[in-house]
């Protein structure tokens, strides 16, 4: 079964992103950019679903953090966010595999999930 790893800060995203997920997915949540790195250090998922906006460290600050170790820099990483006028160009630039903004259809985020594992083959 895949692993995916949610990083949040609001708990009530990540309830509803596990909602969604767990019946096909391993599920590992964590609140905060630090926490993510923490996990990271001994564990790889197979996908990481990173909001941008997180307190302290946001998630453009989490994706620098992951290309500088090669390991890290190889895990998928679709990045999420609320705001409307949110910088696509910088999310690719370093490195996600998709954009997704908030709220989003359950759905359409489980096929954009299955497209990045269909391109991997």
Known sequence: MKHILLVDDVSTNLKCEELILHDKYEVTMVKSGEDALRYLESQIPDLILLDIHLRKMDGY??????????????????????????????????GAVDFIRKPFDPQMLLNRIEAVWRREI
């Open 61 to 94: 600050e989490v994706m620098e953090h992951m290309q500088q170790n090669p390991h890290l820099a190889k895990i998928p990483v679709i990045l999420l966010t609320a705001a409307e006028q949110e910088n696509e160009e910088r999310s690719f630039a370093l």
